[in-house]
């Protein structure tokens, strides 16, 4: 009875490779979110989703694209990855979008990228 | 765009006595929330508490209390009590009210170690 899911718990792969990482929340929210720590522990927003608009962060490559096939997940897809990418990404779900609106992390899937 | 300054990297503190997080934010927005995040060393974020900033009174949860000085700009969480499974990174984060479905901005993040 997780509340916000996330799939594999641990990625290793290759410089050059495609993965995706999944994400499923069963709270019922509607806002979806990635976002990526890095080494130092930094925590940034990556892209906020709803069944509205997709906000991309402007510092975030187009490889990497998330997807949504219903309101309960969205997906991460991240092509040719680079040694750069290797972090913990955590999803996160919102009951909306308001600034009072608590977000709900998953336990984060740690990728590493050779 | 919201800016989170945590000025302590770490903290040393004995068990059972009281711990103030740092927590200052710039922001041009008049509507915010301000929240605060634990990740213990097995890697979960685990939400703490949330203030608005038209709240009047401080939030407060069990043990956790947030010291919210608005004209100062400052969101410090206070720990009553610390206990040794409070050893964690502590985030502070913020979010504008108008900013759609933006997600949170983060701070870097205090390391608190509980001494026993």
Not at chain 1, 50 to 78: C, G, Q, Y
Request: glycine residues 8%.
């Amino acid at each position: 009875d997780t509340a916000v899911s996330q799939t594999p718990k641990y990625l290793v792969t290759q410089m050059g490779n495609d993965k995706s990482i999944k994400c499923e929340q069963n709270l019922g929210h509607d806002t979806m979110y990635w976002y990526k720590q890095d080494s130092k522990k930094f925590l940034k927003i990556m892209f906020s989703y709803n069944n509205k608009e997709l906000i991309i962060n402007e510092t975030v490559p187009n490889r990497f694209s998330p997807k949504s096939p219903d309101k309960a997940h969205l997906n991460l897809h991240i092509n040719s990855l680079e040694l750069g990418d290797s972090a913990v990404y955590f999803c996160a779900s919102s009951q909306g979008e308001g600034s009072w609106e608590t977000q709900y992390f998953g336990p984060g899937t740690r990728l590493l990228v050779l | 765009a919201q800016k989170i300054t945590q000025t302590q990297p770490g903290m040393f503190v004995q068990e059972k006595e009281a711990v103030t997080l740092d927590c200052t934010y710039d922001t041009s927005d008049p509507s915010y929330g301000l929240f605060w995040y634990k990740q213990p060393s097995s890697g979960e974020m685990i939400f703490l508490i949330y203030q608005g900033s038209y709240d009047q009174q401080n939030a407060t949860e069990g043990r956790y209390s947030l010291n919210f000085q608005k004209a100062r700009k400052s969101a410090n969480l206070v720990i009553s009590a610390s206990q040794l499974g409070d050893s964690a990174m502590y985030f502070c984060a913020a979010k504008a009210a108008g900013g759609g479905a933006d997600g949170l901005t983060f701070g870097k993040g205090t390391h608190l170690i509980i001494q026993p």
